[in-house]
């Protein structure tokens, strides 16, 4: 996988961040925005008002908020660089792309951390194999990303970010750690 896939690029983006996304007022929002509601920052051109003093605006979700590459994913690959600013129509659709592609992109970031432990040749196959099917090498379609979260894609990543902790050189390196602090 290409690590800059898994970085996020808001000039590439719709703003999906900030339209599908939902959020209470508490301590890292300064007020509550619903799922589908445009936030109240965002301009006319996707970019945020406040994008310089998020945090001294009380916007500190945002600051720490990371989609891992899922919106421009989204917004270029799934809709061919369309928005729902534009289309108005296409804004649900693109709000749950953006949310599932979010929980693609967020367990294959750590599918792909999992390359540097120190895993049996077996379990660097298996890793290999979900990093493979999270990351396909033919572009993701709205059916394809349905279909693999709909599926057993996300939970058997899940299970397998799991397993890794009953793996013996997993817990030497935990215990290696302990040490160090």
């Known amino acids: 996988m290409e690590q ?8 590439s983006c719709a703003a999906l961040c900030c339209i599908a996304l939902a959020f209470d007022r508490s301590l890292k929002f300064s ?3 619903a799922a589908g509601e445009v936030c109240r ?10 994008h310089s003093s ?23 690959d799934l809709f061919g660089g369309r928005s729902w ?7 649900p659709a693109m709000s ?3 949310l599932s592609m979010m929980d693609v992109h967020a367990v294959l970031a750590l599918i792909d951390a999992a390359r540097q432990l120190p895993l049996s040749a077996a379990r660097e ?6 990093a493979a099917t999270l990351a396909p090498s033919e572009p993701w379609t709205l059916s394809s990303l349905r279909e693999a979260v709909a599926g057993d894609v996300v939970p058997r990543a899940r299970a397998f970010l799991k397993s890794l902790a009953a793996e013996p050189q997993v817990e030497s390196l935990r215990g290696s750690a302990r040490s160090i602090r």
């Open 96 to 98: 749950a792309a953006f």
């Open 4 to 11: 800059d896939r898994l970085k996020p690029d808001c000039d």
């Open 31 to 33: 007020f509550d925005k």
């Open 54 to 76: 998020l945090s001294a605006q009380g916007m500190g979700g945002c600051v720490q908020f990371d989609c891992h590459g899922a919106g421009q994913r989204v917004t270029q």
């Open 85 to 91: 600013r534009d289309e108005p129509a296409i804004a």
């Open 41 to 50: 920052n965002l301009d006319g051109c996707h970019a945020c008002t406040i």
């Open 125 to 130: 196959r298996e890793r290999a194999t979900i």
